[in-house]
């Protein structure tokens, strides 16, 4: 028994000393990676290009404050809608078993992986032409993509309330409401305010969505960076917008990330089906049928559209889309297409093997401020403006020898540098979860390091690893903000390209960029259902 | 009286409790003992509202209340494990069903009465302590200190032993019988053990196991 103690200890010590030596090693590229790729242009543009005096002329400047003023409330707003909308499906998903849930979690997932544009788009085609460029229609697309991330983050969380607890209070004679502010409320609180942070963070970068939508009225501090940087040519001014920006999505997300970064108990419990409760079918049905009809209609609408031209019934705009009518506007959608799928397969490629490396290093640590530490750094790119991060890079990789600013590369490499926290997140909690001593048995059974890291932490987050390459391609395929900074003729990307037809006078046109986001939503939909 | 009368409970289409009639006279201490998968935490479960029935009724001194809220219904649940708010005090539990049932209860009065239920399960210093702080016997005794805490007409007990040693198991169910005859509650208890039961109740009724236990 001694003898054997000894043995599983020492094995035990080997095995997650060699795990951590070989995540340790690993780390090496992403941290040069990050560097390379974020930190490194974000450095540049604050020591080429920042100047306080200029931040402070520029927030003297009426027009920025308006531009300040109005991303700040339209995030707030669209914040607070968000939380109203995504509730009631929140609930009815987390407690509740009901036929088509699966579609349902589909459905309005999938404008969160769409590109913005298609979003905006999809807007555009729904509302009347009174509303189709204002403040409603910023509101409403950034409802519709961010539902999902209510529904992932607080569901998730709602999912682990143990049943009884509920029972327990409504027994003691605590009526739903009382229940849902003593006792559910407290659980999931934590959870809101993640989800809070997140979707105001992105409502404040909003850039696709207020490039279509917000007309020439309308305008966040990411359109005035961009405006500032590429149309005035003045970085000086974009560069201070830049600081602002990071200034307030950083006391955002500092105030809302989680306190503790521990992972939580993996622990969910099986809904009820809520045919069982006669009670309940009605809030559970209204809810499912205001959200289908909430995101669904848009993108219902935008692809009806796209077989319309001046108010009659037309294939020609998806026939243009092939047929080479569109050329003389610099459209090529076939060369579109392929260069979407290829740079979001490089992004693939690259981002799920630096995710894993992090992710490794995470989770074989033994201190709480390692895992701390690389959930922060790590995370930096999501808080970071992605039309920030184009610029970062225009001014910082401009010189021979790395004068890559019209190599394709470059904007692979921000698409890979915002797709690396997403594809993190979902690697670093399964890999936590896996015990020790599972690896420990390999280990005793004699399996060398490397054999133990691929049949056990491999194996066991095979899934993970597969979600995090779907969010990588996703984030690739959708990207808009770098994107518009990056490409060059001959790199256009779908989303590009989208914006570039909706933003053409011209109902035909139009209507081919209607067809081609509702080519992309069918791809995005067919991909989803076989995953 | 509690009477049941031929429950049916449906649970994602398959039939879970089959025309179930039982009474419980009121002072008394009737338990249900039945193998596991033969209905007896899904039976609790009707009786207090938390789950649905698909046909019958449940009557207490005469008065229908199958249709009734679960928080009007005055009948307490003691569940078989992870009922205790662990965001609260062993205090804020005991009293969090008293500011309800009696809303007109001064917050003194609210403490006195939670003091006196620690008197009674014997953990008066244990007031301000932590639900994860707490030993898996103490944890059995708030619980029941909560349910009865709002002085409920019937208490239902699931299993509440079955997650002890066997020594405290026996120190509890002396504890918990004492408890009981001191406060008169009436109580349904559910069990597999039918010495459990013979300890505790003054009526045992035994339920059928499942005629199809594999499905």
Known sequence: MVGYLDKHHVAMITTLASLRRAAIICGVLPTAWLFLFYFLPLGT??????????????????????????????????????????????????????????????????????????????????????????????????????????????????????????????????????????????????????????????????????????????????????????????????????????????LVLGLTMPRSLTPLKIVTYRPSWISDYPRQQKLVRSSVFA????????????????????????????????????????VNISKALGNSVLFASITVLITVPLALCLASISAYSTTHTARRLIAIVASAPLATSAVALGLGMIITFDQSPIDWRSHWFLLVSAHCTIALPLALRSLTAPLQSIPLSMRDSARILGASPLQTWWYVDIAIIRRPLLVAAGLSAAVSLGEFGATSFLTRTGNETIPTTIARLLGRPGDVVQSSGYALASLFVLLVIGAMINA | ?????????????????????????????????????????????????????????????????????????????????????????????????????????????????????????????????????????EQRRIALARAIAPRPHLLLLDEPFSALDSTLRWRLIDDVRDILIATRTTVLLVTHDPHEAEALATRTVAIAPPSNPLK
């Open chain 1, 45 to 250: 543009i604050l020591i080429r290009a920042f100047d306080a005096s200029i931040l402070i002329d520029v927030l003297g400047n009426s027009g920025v404050r308006s531009v300040l003023w109005f991303t700040l409330w339209q995030a707030t707003l669209s914040t607070a809608l968000t939380l109203i909308v995504a509730f009631p499906i929140t609930w009815a998903c987390s407690q509740w078993n009901f036929t088509g849930k699966r579609f349902i979690v589909a459905l309005v997932t999938v404008p969160f992986v769409l590109p913005t544009v298609i979003v905006a788009g999809a807007i555009r085609a729904v509302l009347p032409e009174s509303l189709n460029s204002g403040v409603v229609g910023i509101l409403f697309a950034h409802v519709i993509f961010n539902v999902a991330i209510v529904l992932r983050i607080v569901g998730a969380r709602w999912q682990q309330e143990h049943p009884n607890t509920v029972a327990a209070s409504r027994t003691l004679g605590a009526t739903a409401w009382n229940t849902f502010s003593l006792i559910t409320w407290p659980m999931i609180r934590s959870a809101v305010g993640n989800a809070v942070g997140i979707i105001f963070v992105f409502c404040f970068t909003s850039f696709g969505i207020i490039r279509i939508l917000g007309g020439p009225r309308y305008s966040t501090i990411e359109v005035e960076i961009f405006i500032r940087a590429v149309q005035l040519g003045d970085t000086s001014v974009a560069t201070a917008l830049v600081v602002l920006q990071l200034v307030v999505v950083g």
């Open chain 1, 291 to 330: 959200t289908v009809l909430f995101v669904g209609t848009p993108f219902l609408v935008m692809f009806i559209n796209s077989f319309r031209v001046d108010n009659n019934w037309s294939l020609s705009p998806w026939r243009h889309l092939f047929d080479g009518t569109l050329s003389p506007m610099g």
């Open chain 2, 1 to 137: 009286m509690l009477e049941v009368c031929n429950m049916n409970v449906v649970l994602g289409g398959v039939s879970i409790v089959q025309d179930f009639s039982i009474q419980v006279l009121t002072g008394s201490t009737t338990a249900l003992v039945g193998p596991s998968g033969s209905g007896k935490t899904t039976i609790l479960q009707a009786i207090c509202g938390v789950i649905p029935l698909a046909s019958g009724s449940v009557l207490y001194d005469g008065i229908d209340i199958t249709e009734q809220p679960i928080h009007q219904r005055k009948i307490g649940m003691v569940f078989q494990n992870s009922d205790l708010f662990s965001h609260f005090s062993v205090a804020r539990n005991i009293a969090f069903g008293l500011r309800f049932v009696s809303p007109r209860l001064s917050p003194e009065m609210i403490a006195e009465r939670v003091q006196e239920l620690l008197r009674l399960i014997g953990m008066e210093k244990f007031g301000d302590r932590h639900i994860n702080d707490l030993s898996g016997g």
